[in-house]
Nanobody, 126 residues
Framework: QVQLVESGGGLVQAGGSLRLSCAASGRTFTDYAVGWFRQAPGKEREFVAGISRSGGSTNYADSVKGRFTISRDNAKNTVYLQMKSLKPEDTAVYYC???????????????????WGQGTQVTVSS
């Protein structure tokens, strides 16, 4: 069973950048596609970005396209979310999650994901 731990959150001014990391334990990390989700106070958890097992396929929510980049380093069992041009509306708790699937499989559906990290807070001030 893979376990996920997020890090890299913090407080940043609008227009700034952050890089989140999702570190996985377990020897089967490459069996899983990984997604980033976020949840703002009073709102539902929403998909942000996803990456396939191989890293060859990625998918983004329209709200972050062109600003966020998801990547993975399977040798380090880590998935990253590089966030640039941050906006106050990006403020949320960010979660990474994993789902097993085919080599190029990605899902944007929250309920497809079976393994979740504890989340990391990102706060963007105006």
């Amino acid at each position: 069973q893979v376990q996920l731990v997020e890090s890299g959150g913090g407080l940043v001014q609008a227009g700034g950048s952050l890089r989140l990391s999702c570190a996985a334990s377990g020897r089967t990390f490459t069996d899983y596609a990984v997604g980033w989700f976020r949840q703002a106070p009073g709102k539902e958890r929403e998909f942000v970005a996803g990456i396939s097992r191989s890293g060859g396929s990625t998918n983004y929510a329209d709200s972050v396209k062109g600003r966020f980049t998801i990547s993975r380093d399977n040798a380090k069992n880590t998935v990253y979310l590089q966030m640039k041009s941050l906006k106050p509306e990006d403020t949320a708790v960010y979660y990474c999650a994993a789902v097993s699937g085919g080599y190029y499989y990605i899902s944007s559906r929250l309920y497809d994901y079976t393994i979740w990290g504890q989340g990391t807070q990102v706060t963007v001030s105006s």
